[in-house]
């Protein structure tokens, strides 16, 4: 077994503000990805990394910039909040990209004010 | 890029009723996973079923490829069950990370 921690677990923030919200995970595994969820909208894809040092940019990377230092841990930025933003972001890792199942985060819940 | 259609949209059971949820997407898929998301927000993953029938528990997952649906079957419904189930598949053939309809929510009622 392993689990996915992120934090903060929430964040509030200010228009304009760079926000960087964090991912561990403890499976060892290679694939890491990050979401996020809107009310009436389903999870979309931020970002996701096949390995350590590797980014490769989802449906809806414009206005995040993300980082996997190590393994175990894959960073995410928010470059300039919105205004009024509201926002779930999700966590996920799994063993390898394809055919494999994915395990999520508890999620960091975003405000900006 | 892919869609995926979830229907019903919400579903109300009296505990001990059976539900049957469904999924449809717009092209073929090598991955097809259900989640149940807790009122809470966690994931969960329950089933990663591309193709074929399997069972965990007291649900079932149909997945006909040809015809691009998945069913998820709940047998004899709880109140933990209660929450909202999600159907996702993989984003395209080259690109790794899922797409995800809106979901189902379920509620379970005593």
């Known amino acids: 077994g392993g689990i996915i921690t992120q934090t903060p677990k929430f964040l509030i923030g200010q228009e304009g503000q760079k926000l960087t919200l964090k991912c561990q995970q403890n499976f060892n595994h290679d694939t890491m990805y990050w979401y996020r969820q809107d009310s009436g909208k389903g999870l979309r894809l931020i970002y996701y990394?096949?390995?350590?040092?590797?980014?490769q940019k989802g449906d809806l990377s414009e206005g995040y910039d993300a980082s996997r230092e190590k393994k175990s841990s894959f960073s995410l930025t928010v470059t300039s909040a919105q205004k009024n933003e509201m926002a779930v972001f999700l966590c996920?890792?799994?063993?390898?990209?394809?055919?494999?199942?994915?395990?999520f985060g508890p999620g960091t819940r975003l405000l900006v004010l | 890029g892919q869609q995926v259609q979830q229907s019903p949209a919400s579903l109300v059971l009296q505990e001990g009723e059976n539900a049957e949820l469904q999924c449809n997407f717009s092209s073929t898929a090598t991955q097809l996973q259900w989640f149940y998301q807790s009122p809470g927000g966690s994931l969960v993953s329950l089933l990663s079923?591309?193709?074929g029938t399997k069972h965990t528990g007291r649900l079932t997952s149909t997945t006909v490829t040809k015809e691009r649906r998945s069913s998820l079957h709940i047998s004899s419904s709880q109140t933990t069950d209660s929450g909202t189930y999600l159907c996702a598949i993989d984003r395209n053939n080259y690109a790794q990370g899922l797409t995800f309809g809106l979901g189902t929510r379920v509620s379970v009622f005593p």
């Open positions: 079923n591309p193709s």
């Open positions: 996920a890792s799994s063993i390898e990209a394809d055919q494999d199942t994915q395990y």
């Open positions: 990394s096949i390995t350590e040092n590797d980014l």
